[in-house]
Structure formats: structure tokens, C-alpha cells
């Protein structure tokens, strides 16, 4: 156990030492401030050590802050559901009694269960963690047991102050032992279940069967909470404490008891290494073509549609797209999978509410500029565009015959079409989804209204990403972008969307002026790209 408690130590003076080096490093590279910071800073151990000491003691009231601030969340999470489906005024300054259980109740599922049960799970030794046993050559077997056995109390006893204003509170002091050992109760059992299902060959990964099973329990037992709230009583937790305890126990007993801890960490450093593997894969290149190379990686070679009918740059388009169909419709589906989530979500409050939502027609134009956003983060345009260039532009480009302005117009018709096509079935779901919303009691002339702005947002979000790759072409042959415009109109849509969503100008004149808008300047965009795309739409050197 000593061992154990030295090596925590240790990693607690590393991974202060490495932020206070980064900190130094960059302060080093401050135009005034740098020159000032000698190099051997970084060689002052006996300046390091006073300054980790320092830094650890202020750092104490802030940890024990956040804990405190993870609880009162959980309370006022309580305290809304308890409101609003009581239909009561949501006043959080007058807390109703069965607030406390509920919110603990709800803390002690997310927190000991679901997160800390379920990442005893999860296979994976971050990248820091490896890198401190590598570098100081220590016990792989102690270092495991380190994290395993020490950080739960550690962690715990930060909770410690809150714990005692919520029992205070309260009224009840059972939450104090019950939230001191949530935390250990949810690791040891949870890395023992995981270590006896390894022992027997079940391995977990990531997204195993085993976390979905977790998070999936985790979120019925919330709702059951919240739903059958009138039933809980402080009663029950007694006999959790009991449980709590013999769960310690018993995990505690297997974990200490197991002889192949190398096994183990071998299993998890493999799986690490994966992780990094594909962390990698997911952030290569710049964010303007990071979307196209994950869909080439996700690119399978299945039998398409038949196109021996197309021809010329048709064919090359339609054979482009058949051949990311099936990538492109996951994206597709993965947005209207939110968006149907986010519909269910309301309507299950409505029916537990047992009160229906009257939402006026002042209400619902106010709401309306929303739309921007939702339709900003839906589209489609900017994942075309990265996957036209990664996937075909950046070969064909080299060709003189691709750069000729009949080609160049082909291709961008028939992907902004496509485009069209993959935007407008999200929009078009959007505008169901608001009629449902509403239970279509509102005007015909407001729906029409929402029918306009949102065609206008799906020519708009197909046209914009399209129009700029195509009017700039910043890339190079390397994939990296020269053009400092294409960069700030790449996210000027993000900041448009953002204002609609503050500016206070919701009525029929502002979303008609801005639909009207957003038509003109695809209409002026296309003018210009059929002038200016056969000039501009090369690789750049």
C-alpha cells in the first residue's frame, strides 16, 4: 500500500510539473515577457517543487468547490422535474421537500453508476498515464492499483464538505456516509465485474455491449426515479448504505485477490494504442477536409446503382456520389435521429405533464430565426464540399480538360443538386417536426412563412460551402489551405446563425426580409461563379 500511495504521489507532482512547464514554454514565447524567463527554468527542480507545493494547496478549495457545485446541479435538475410535473410555477427559490432525495438519488445513479461504474469498463490507460510509467520505469502492476484503489477516495473526500451542507440541509445524515461511498462502491464493483468477465474470456471495448447496457439501465432508473418520485423515502437508504458496503467489500476482495494484473494492463495498453490509432485518424489534416478524409476511411466498395446510362462529367459526379451514398445517408440519418430524439423528448413532457403547451403565433415567430442554427448545424453543404475535394477534385484538377468552364459549371450543378437533395430531406423533417409541435392550430400564412425561410436556409446551406470552394479553391496539392478568405467565410455562416439567435426580431417583415435575403445571394453567388469559377477553381501551389 505504500508503494501504492508513493506512486500517486509521484503522478501528482508530474502532472503538475508538466503544466507548470507548458505554462513557462508559452510565457517564454510572449514577445516582452519572454526574454525575461531564462531557459534554465525548466532545470530549477527547487523552484518547481515550491511552486507544485503552492499550487496544490489553492488548488484544494476549487476541487472541493466543484464537487459542491456537481451536487446543487443534480438538486436543481430535481427540483425542475418535481415542478414541472406538479405544474407548479418553476421557482427554484422555494425548494419542495422531496427535492433532496431526488436530487441525491439522481446524483448516486450518474455519478456512482453510470460514470464510475461504467468506466470500470472501459479498456483504456490515457496517454499521460502511460507516458509517466514509461518514463520513470515504474511497477505497470503497483501503478494500476494506484489508480484503482486510490483516486475513488481521494475523490470522495473532496465531496466531503458538500456532503456535509447537503446532510445540514437536509436534514439527514445518512446522505454523508452514502456520498462518501458511492464513488468506491461504483470502481471496485465495477472493475471487478469487469475483471471476472475478463477472466472468462468477455473482453470489453469501446462501445461494448457492456457500457450501452450500463448508460441504457442508467437512463431508465433516472426516469423511474423522477417518475415514481412520490415513492421514494428516506428510508430506502439504509439498506443502500448495507448494499454500498458489501459491495466494497466483495469488489475489493476480488481486485486484491487477482494475480494476472499484467494480463490485464497488456489487454489495456493494446487497447490504448488503438484509441490512439484511430484519435489520429480522426484529427489528421485541418478542419477544412478532416469530414472528407473520415469519409474516405468509412468508404466501402459495395455494388452501386447502375449508371451505364450517364455520361461525361454526369457520370463522374453520379458515380462519386453512389460510390459515398451510404456515408452520406448515415450523416443524414444520424440528424434526423436527433432531431426525432428532441421531438419525443417534448412530447413525452407534454404527456407527462398531462397539460398540453399552447404556443402562440407571436411565440412561434419570435422562435423562428432559431431555425438558422438548428439548420447550421444540420447541413450537409460543408461535409460535400470536403468530400468533392479529398475524393475526386484534388486528382482531377491536375487535368486541363476538368478546369474548362463547361465542366467546371456541370459538376457544380449536379453537387449543389445533391446537396439540395440531402438538406432538404433534414428541412423538410424540421417543418413536419414544428407543425406536430404546434398541433397545426396556427395560421396557414405562419407555416408558409416557416415553408419560405426554410427553403431559403437549405438553398442557402447547399449554395454557401459550394460557392466559396469553388469561387476560392484555397487548397493545395498537400491539402493545406493558402486562402485567409476562404478561412473566414468557411465560418461567417456560424456568426450569422448566432445573431439570429440573439437579435430580438422575431416578426413576419424580419424572416420574410431575411428568406429574401438568402435567395439574392444565391442568386448573385450563382451569377458569379459562372463569371469568375472557370478562372478561380484551380490547385493552388
Same mark, same amino acid.
Given at each position: 500500500?505504500? #508503494? ?60 472541493? /468547490? ?18 414541472? /410535473? ?35 469498463? !472501459? ?11 514509461? $518514463? ?7 501503478? /494500476? ?9 481521494? #475523490? ?15 436534514? $439527514? ?20 465485474? $469487469? ?30 426515479? %423522477? ?19 458489501? @459491495? ?14 499484467? +494480463?490485464? &494492463? ?20 485541418? !478542419? ?18 447502375? &449508371? ?28 434526423? =435521429? ?8 417534448? !412530447? =413525452? ?6 397539460? +398540453? ?39 482531377? &484538377? ?5 478546369? !474548362? ?28 417536426? /414544428?407543425?406536430?409541435? #404546434? ?12 415553408? &419560405? ?24 496539392? +498537400? ?20 445573431? $439570429?439567435?440573439?437579435? +430580438? ?5 424580419? %424572416?420574410?426580409?431575411?428568406? @429574401? ?7 448573385? =453567388? ?16
Amino acid at each position: 500500500m505504500k #508503494t501504492i500511495l508513493r506512486y500517486f504521489w509521484y503522478q501528482e507532482k508530474y502532472n503538475l510539473y508538466r503544466t507548470v512547464n507548458g505554462f513557462f514554454y508559452y510565457l517564454r514565447k510572449l514577445p516582452l515577457v519572454g526574454k525575461s524567463i531564462p531557459e534554465s527554468i525548466f532545470k530549477s527542480y527547487s523552484f518547481k517543487s515550491g511552486l507544485f507545493l503552492i499550487l496544490h494547496v489553492l488548488s484544494i478549495p476549487s476541487r472541493f /468547490l466543484v464537487k459542491g457545485i456537481w451536487l446543487t446541479i443534480y438538486s436543481c435538475i430535481a427540483a425542475f422535474w418535481i415542478k414541472l /410535473l406538479s405544474n407548479n410555477q418553476l421557482d427554484f427559490w422555494q425548494i419542495p421537500s422531496d427535492t433532496w432525495l431526488l436530487g441525491f438519488s439522481m446524483w448516486m445513479v450518474f455519478v456512482g453508476y453510470t460514470y464510475r461504474f461504467g468506466k470500470g469498463f !472501459e479498456p483504456f490507460i490515457a496517454k499521460s498515464e502511460r507516458e509517466f510509467m514509461r $518514463n520513470f520505469g515504474l511497477s505497470q502492476s503497483s501503478f /494500476l492499483q494506484s489508480q484503482l484503489f486510490v483516486e475513488p477516495i481521494i #475523490t470522495s473526500l473532496f465531496y466531503l464538505p458538500a456532503l456535509l451542507i447537503f446532510s445540514s440541509l437536509s436534514g $439527514n445524515w445518512l446522505y454523508l456516509p452514502l456520498g462518501l461511498l458511492t464513488i468506491p462502491t461504483g470502481v471496485f464493483s465495477g472493475h471487478a465485474l $469487469n475483471r471476472a468477465l475478463f477472466n472468462r474470456g468477455i473482453f470489453a471495448r469501446r462501445n461494448s455491449w457492456q457500457s450501452w447496457v450500463i448508460l441504457g439501465t442508467g437512463l431508465v432508473a433516472a426516469a423511474c426515479l %423522477i417518475l415514481f418520485r412520490n415513492h421514494l423515502s428516506p428510508i430506502f437508504l439504509l439498506p443502500v448504505l448495507v448494499c454500498q458496503v458489501l @459491495l466494497i467489500w466483495f469488489g475489493y476482495g476480488y481486485l486484491k485477490q487477482q494475480t494476472n494484473h499484467l +494480463d490485464y &494492463l497488456y489487454y489495456c495498453m493494446d487497447q490504448s494504442l488503438q484509441m490512439d490509432k484511430k484519435i489520429f485518424e480522426m484529427t489528421k489534416g485541418n !478542419e477544412y477536409i478532416r469530414q472528407g478524409l473520415q469519409m474516405q476511411a468509412k468508404l466501402s466498395m459495395e455494388k452501386g446503382k447502375d &449508371l451505364s446510362h450517364l455520361s461525361g462529367m454526369t457520370y463522374l459526379n453520379a458515380l462519386l456520389f453512389d460510390r459515398y451514398r451510404s456515408v452520406l445517408t448515415k450523416k443524414l440519418h444520424f440528424r434526423l =435521429g436527433c432531431l426525432l430524439a428532441i421531438v419525443l423528448f417534448i !412530447e =413525452g413532457i407534454r404527456w407527462f405533464s398531462k397539460e +398540453d403547451i399552447e404556443i402562440s403565433n407571436a411565440n412561434y415567430i419570435e422562435g423562428l430565426p432559431f431555425a438558422f442554427m438548428v439548420m447550421y448545424a444540420a447541413s450537409m453543404g460543408k461535409a460535400v464540399a470536403q468530400m468533392v475535394f479529398v475524393n475526386c477534385d484534388i486528382s482531377m &484538377l491536375h487535368y486541363p480538360f476538368y478546369r !474548362e468552364a463547361k465542366t467546371i459549371i456541370a459538376g457544380f450543378h449536379y453537387r449543389f443538386l445533391q446537396t439540395v437533395k440531402l438538406n432538404a430531406a433534414f428541412s423538410g423533417s424540421l417543418l413536419l417536426a /414544428l407543425i406536430i409541435f #404546434t398541433r397545426a392550430q396556427l395560421p396557414i400564412e405562419t407555416y408558409l412563412l416557416t415553408a &419560405l425561410l426554410l427553403l431559403s436556409l437549405t438553398a442557402l446551406f447547399s449554395f454557401h460551402d459550394l460557392f466559396i470552394y469553388y469561387i476560392l479553391q484555397p487548397f493545395t496539392k +498537400d491539402m493545406e489551405v493558402v486562402n485567409p478568405v476562404y478561412k473566414f467565410l468557411s465560418g461567417a455562416l456560424y456568426w450569422v446563425a448566432y445573431l $439570429n439567435t440573439q437579435l +430580438d426580431l422575431g416578426s413576419h417583415t424580419y %424572416i420574410l426580409l431575411v428568406s @429574401l435575403a438568402m435567395i439574392a445571394y444565391v442568386s448573385i =453567388g450563382y451569377w458569379i461563379l459562372l463569371k469568375k469559377a472557370p478562372q478561380t477553381f484551380r490547385l493552388k501551389s
